[in-house]
């Protein structure tokens, strides 16, 4: 079925540094949203975007919904140990229907 | 003010054996959804369910999967005859009404073990 992908796979960062990642489709999307997953947890929502260019931001977290609404991007600054975890992009496919990345894995070294 | 519930956390099953997964939506959220999650994926969508009707299944094997959200009680995804192919996070996430754009709450999930 339908997925995004979502660059880089994985990554190990120092604590204290800038992170960044993006989602990729092939397909247009009217929303986009940014979840965080914490092992043995579910999907935590971070960021939603509605408009194509439109830039948010939540704490040290800045996501921008792209111009041409087929990509999606997530920044975290100066990252901490509790920034651990899988990040997963979605976007709105249709009415109702969100479509999963398949996550940017990020560990943070202290 | 509890979120979304799953249970059980953690279940095994032996092959052929029937799974059954529940799912209590937030207060106040009358749309559930289902998503399946295999180990180092990301979530695929399963089905969509409101009160006593499913709305989309077009995500969930045609055969030995159902799921259900009846007028009281949890909703139910069931897994008949599992295999081993089936062992993985079970989430379930609901939504208020047809808010889709504010994205879904999701719960901790259910793991699903087949031996």
């Known amino acids: 079925g339908q997925q995004l992908n979502q660059s880089p796979q994985s990554m190990f960062i120092q604590e204290g540094e800038d992170v960044s990642m993006n989602c990729t489709s092939s397909?247009?999307?009217?929303?986009w949203l940014w979840y965080k997953q914490e092992p043995g947890e579910g999907p935590v929502l971070l960021i939603a975007l509605y408009k194509a260019g439109e830039l948010t931001s939540n704490g040290r977290l800045t996501a921008q919904f792209g111009i041409t609404r087929k990509d999606s991007f997530l920044n975290i600054s100066a990252s901490i140990p509790s920034d651990v975890g899988i990040y997963f992009c979605?976007?709105?496919?249709?009415?109702?229907?969100?479509?999963f990345g398949t996550g940017t894995r990020l560990k943070v070294l202290a | 003010n509890a979120g979304v519930m799953q249970n059980p956390r953690h279940l095994v099953r032996r092959r052929g054996q029937e799974a059954r997964l529940r799912c209590s939506p937030m207060?106040?959220?009358?749309?559930v959804y289902w998503y399946r999650q295999l180990p180092e994926e990301g979530l695929k969508f399963m089905v969509y369910l409101q009160k006593e009707n499913i709305i989309d299944e077009s995500g969930m094997p045609k055969e030995r999967f159902s799921a259900e959200f009846p007028k009281e009680g949890p909703s139910i995804l069931r897994i008949q005859q599992v295999v081993r192919g089936d062992s993985a996070a079970y989430f379930c996430?609901?939504?208020?009404?047809?808010?889709?754009?504010?994205?879904?709450?999701f719960g901790s999930g259910t793991r699903l073990t087949v031996v």
């Open positions: 207060k106040g959220h009358s749309h």
């Open positions: 397909s247009i999307f009217n929303t």
């Open positions: 979605a976007g709105l496919s249709g009415t109702y229907k969100y479509i």
């Open positions: 996430a609901s939504s208020p009404g047809d808010r889709y754009n504010y994205g879904y709450t």
